[in-house]
């Protein structure tokens, strides 16, 4: 069964910087481009990076490029999202994601900017 888990959301000051973690299971994480998506409210998700699957190329939407790191340890399953210089914009709850015959989703991490 395909799970995937967030964690490492919270709320934090514009300016201000998380890393967020996303546990995987159920299928062969290495052999899969993973994604990071973000949902705020009254929006439809979106794609806010992208990470090959050994981690040798990542792409970023413009709203976040030289702000979000994306990175993944293969070893353990999980992939990261360095967030520095967040801004209100920001806020969405976040999730990652690969495109497996499941197509099942986490349950998100929330990240609330605000002063």
């Known amino acids: 069964q395909v799970q995937f888990v967030e964690s490492g959301g919270g709320l934090v000051q514009p300016g201000g910087s998380l890393r967020l973690s996303c546990a995987a299971s159920g299928f062969t994480f290495s052999e899969y481009t993973m994604y990071w998506y973000r949902q705020a409210p009254g929006k439809v998700r979106e794609i806010v990076a992208t990470?090959?699957?050994?981690?040798?190329?990542?792409i970023y939407a413009d709203s976040v490029k030289d702000r979000f790191t994306a990175s993944r340890d293969n070893a353990k399953n999980t992939v990261f999202l360095q967030m520095n210089s967040l801004k209100p914009e920001d806020t969405a709850v976040y999730y990652c994601?690969?495109?497996?015959?499941?197509?099942?989703w986490g349950q998100g991490t929330q990240v609330t900017v605000s002063s």
């Open positions: 994601y690969a495109y497996t015959p499941s197509r099942q």
């Open positions: 990470i090959t699957e050994a981690g040798s190329s990542t």
